[in-house]
Nanobody, 124 residues
Framework: QVQLVESGGGLVQAGASLRLACVLS????????MAWFRQAPGKEREFVAS????????TYTESVKGRFTISRDIAKNIVYLQMDSLKPEDTAVYYC????WGSGTRNFNAYNYWGQGTQVIVSS
């Protein structure tokens, strides 16, 4: 059974950086599309970034393009989300998700596996 565990969240000031990590067990990151979603209080869960099982392509929501980077370490079975130039509107719980042989779709219904989430708070 695939399990996902996120880490790396925290409280930072606007303009700072954070790197989120998602460890996958019970499977491998090179056989799963991996994605990050986020959910702010009172809002729906939204797509942030994804990487197809093959490693290409990566996809980003418009609001994070040029600031966030999704990557993976196949040897460690970890997916990262490097977040630079953070803004208060990036404040949310960030969730890692996986879909076996997935395309990296923005549709959260496609993902079978989810982590517990990690909180990111960006102060102004």
């Amino acid at each position: 059974q695939v399990q996902l565990v996120e880490s790396g969240g925290g409280l930072v000031q606007a303009g700072a950086s954070l790197r989120l990590a998602c460890v996958l067990s019970g499977g491998t990151v090179d056989t799963h599309a991996m994605a990050w979603f986020r959910q702010a209080p009172g809002k729906e869960r939204e797509f942030v970034a994804s990487i197809k099982w093959s490693g290409i392509p990566t996809t980003y929501t418009e609001s994070v393009k040029g600031r966030f980077t999704i990557s993976r370490d196949i040897a460690k079975n970890i997916v990262y989300l490097q977040m630079d130039s953070l803004k208060p509107e990036d404040t949310a719980v960030y969730y890692c998700s996986a879909e076996r042989w997935g395309s990296g779709t923005r549709n959260f219904n496609a993902y079978n596996y989810w982590g517990q989430g990690t909180q990111v708070i960006v102060s102004s």
